[in-house]
């Protein structure tokens, strides 16, 4: 009976770890295309003791006196011995007999990648739409190679190895007869093509970065999140490949005093006591310049005045939200000896020197009014 764990160098109580990795060792040394017919016989007789030591049902057999290998009837036959032991072990997966390796050789051509920047905008430019000028670091083609990778009056030549194939063809020969396997060229790395001179500008990139204004179109409406897509304004790819795209994030800086929601717009003016009563106009200084807002006599605290049209640029759509202005209606708190005789003699006038508690119906208040106004509805 033969030595398998003789075969491997491996002591009879070798652990499948041990086993596997003997194996491999042994198999890459005596490769054919590395030890040549030499190492051939030895080859096979490392893989033999394989095929049964590295399969526990066997090495049992084999363990207890039977070899498999001929008790089977095979003069050396490979039972369970298939193709994808010996190609992981050759060329550690992946390449393996069946894949993919009729293709081409592979371009060195990628488009460029996408680019994301961020820009703040006023609540101003987002009612209007805004040009505004960002920076971005940008992949350009190489001014010197203008995207070929190569140096100024050479250009990439055929490869030598796979003669411009990119994979290359490799017998190994096993049990099994000779089985052809196909992988990327390892001189060009699969392009078919090497480059003997890079271009020194771009390291062969065919690209360089710098940092780039571009002027963007904001439109009108945008919002905290909006991102704005600039087709093919991105990098550049490697190789001259297609250009990347360009996105821009907007974020909308808050207002001292108006606040957005959604295509609307909210303020709160403070009205005077006496004015809210006596009624008056007020001049708003609004985004497009000073609004008039009429204080009707008699306003309560919580109305609104609505002018139209006045909000947000509506995006991709016609028209502008509207402004609401909320009224406030402010109690003086310094009031003077004479101020408050004055309002004390008021009192007295309208009886309401103790007057009542009064509570208003639902729907009348100052409580449903603000809550209109929350909603954006109209009075
Ligand atoms: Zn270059
Ligand atoms: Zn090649």
Known sequence: MKDYYGALGVSRDATEAEIKKAYRKLARELHPD?????????????????????NAEKRAQY??????RSASGGAGGPQGFGFEDIFETFFGGGAGPFGSAQ??????????GDTLVHTEITLEEAVFGVTREIQADLADVCSTCHGSCCAPGTQPQTCRQCNGQG????????????????????????????????????SGQGRTHSRHTIAVDIPAGVETGTRIRMTGVGDAGVAGGQKGDLYIEIRERAHAVFERRGSDLHCTLEVPMTAAALGTVLSVDTFDGPQDVDVRPGT??????????????????????????????????DLTAEQEELVRQL?????????????????????????????????
């Open 103 to 112: 293709r081409g050789p592979a371009s060195r051509t990628q488009r460029g």
């Open 167 to 202: 994979s290359v063809q490799r017998v190994a020969r096993s049990l099994l007869g000779n089985v052809m396997t196909t992988a990327p060229c390892p001189a060009c790395g699969g392009y078919g093509t090497t480059i003997e001179t890079p271009c020194t500008d771009c």
């Open 63 to 68: 363990d207890r006196g039977v070899d498999p």
């Open 34 to 54: 590395v030890a040549g017919a030499d190492g051939e016989e030895r080859f096979k007789e490392v893989s033999a003791a394989y095929d049964v030591l590295g």
């Open 347 to 379: 009192a007295a006038l309208r009886g309401e020197e103790a007057p009542e508690a009064r509570l208003a119906p639902i729907g009348g208040g100052v409580f449903s009014r603000l809550k209109d106004a929350f909603l954006g509805r109209e009075r």
């Open 300 to 333: 309560h605290a919580g109305s609104t005045v609505k002018l139209k049209g006045l909000g947000v640029g509506r995006l991709q759509r016609q028209g502008r939200g509207d402004l609401f202005v909320h009224l406030d209606v402010v109690t003086p708190t």
